[in-house]
């Protein structure tokens, strides 16, 4: 859980700098952007994955 709320100032701004690229008519920096939201998101779900891992361990 630690990790998630670590994460969720950046996945927000990774939204908001997407929203702003797409704005002003970026698409490849917002691309880009949304790769980063992407790796952000796996971090997420591999960190509960391995959670749920050791518990069952």
Known sequence: M???SRNRPLVEAIDNAIEEAEDLGLTFIASILMMARL???QSI???RARRANDEHA
């Open 2 to 4: 630690l990790r998630e």
């Open 45 to 47: 779900v591999m960190t």
């Open 39 to 41: 790796e952000a998101d």
